[in-house]
């Protein structure tokens, strides 16, 4: 008579739940991915006296920047990501009478962008939230066209912003995906340094009774490209937790 081999049944069960289920075999705990990232949008550097002013025509700024984003996903639809990015900004106000333009001051400048953000994700879809700490470098302010000069002196070296976002996947294929998504920004703090506020270096040669603070705000369109770097799972039947490559 044979002897029943239970542990023997028990592998073969396993082996055959594998080679149907295929991840599902695996309990995965977290994933790690990186990616490229290009962004491209608009916005301005928000003044509410020269929104209000009818002498001023402010143009919208353009923006655009680059850089990378690392990824740390949990559970089905949660992860932290990282992002890195080197942007460029460039906004003109315009003066006018009566609509024919009379000045015109264009204000430019560069920024390292890192954002946290917490990203839910759903049927595709994404939503995020989280923080952008900018560190501001070369202010370039140019009249009518003419020699552009530096300004660093009377604008803030840094800036925290709240960033909501959203977006969706466009392409998935084993461990390489694509999304586009939207990015609202809105900097908490006046963009001027002390010595560019006491000069109103923003909305001059205009002077307004009050003084009003200008901030950055931005709404930036954004595609990512990520690769899977690896998964920390454990097999359903039993095996120690390990960390795999995709």
């Known amino acids: 008579?044979?002897?029943?081999?239970?542990?023997?049944?028990?592998?073969?069960?396993?082996?055959?739940?594998?080679?149907?289920?295929?991840?599902?075999?695996?309990?995965?705990?977290?994933?790690?991915?990186?990616?490229?990232?290009?962004?491209?949008?608009?916005?301005?550097?928000?003044?509410?006296?020269?929104?209000?002013?009818?002498?001023?025509?402010?143009?919208?700024?353009?923006?655009?920047?680059?850089?990378?984003?690392?990824?740390?996903?949990?559970?089905?639809?949660?992860?932290?990501?990282?992002?890195?990015?080197?942007?460029?900004?460039?906004?003109?106000?315009?003066?006018?009478?009566?609509?024919?333009?009379?000045?015109?001051?264009?204000?430019?400048?560069?920024?390292?962008?890192?954002?946290?953000?917490?990203?839910?994700?759903r049927n595709l879809n994404y939503v995020e939230l989280g923080v952008k700490y900018s560190l501001y470098q070369r202010f370039?302010?140019?009249?009518?066209?003419?020699?552009a000069n530096l300004a660093d002196d009377l604008y803030v070296d840094n800036m925290l912003s709240p960033v909501l976002g959203f977006g969706y996947y466009m392409f998935n294929a084993d461990s390489f995906t694509a999304n586009l998504g939207f990015r609202l920004s809105y900097g908490i703090n006046d963009i001027l340094s002390e010595q560019g506020a006491q000069t109103a270096a923003f909305t001059s040669p205009i002077e307004y009774d009050t003084y009003a603070t200008t901030n950055p705000a931005f709404f930036e369109v954004v595609l990512e490209l990520n690769f899977g770097l690896g998964q920390y799972a454990k097999s359903v039947c039993g095996k120690r937790a390990s960390f795999m490559s995709l």
């Open 140 to 147: 370039l302010q140019t009249i009518d066209g003419g020699t």
């Open 1 to 121: 008579m044979r002897t029943f081999n239970l542990k023997s049944l028990l592998l073969a069960i396993c082996l055959l739940s594998a080679s149907f289920t295929g991840l599902k075999a695996q309990k995965i705990y977290f994933w790690l991915d990186a990616g490229a990232k290009v962004s491209a949008g608009s916005g301005m550097l928000y003044n509410n006296n020269l929104i209000n002013d009818r002498s001023i025509d402010p143009a919208f700024a353009s923006v655009y920047g680059f850089g990378g984003k690392f990824g740390f996903n949990f559970g089905q639809f949660h992860a932290i990501t990282v992002d890195a990015l080197y942007s460029s900004v460039s906004q003109t106000n315009g003066l006018v009478d009566d609509g024919i333009p009379l000045t015109e001051r264009k204000v430019s400048f560069n920024a390292v962008d890192f954002y946290g953000m917490y990203r839910y994700n």
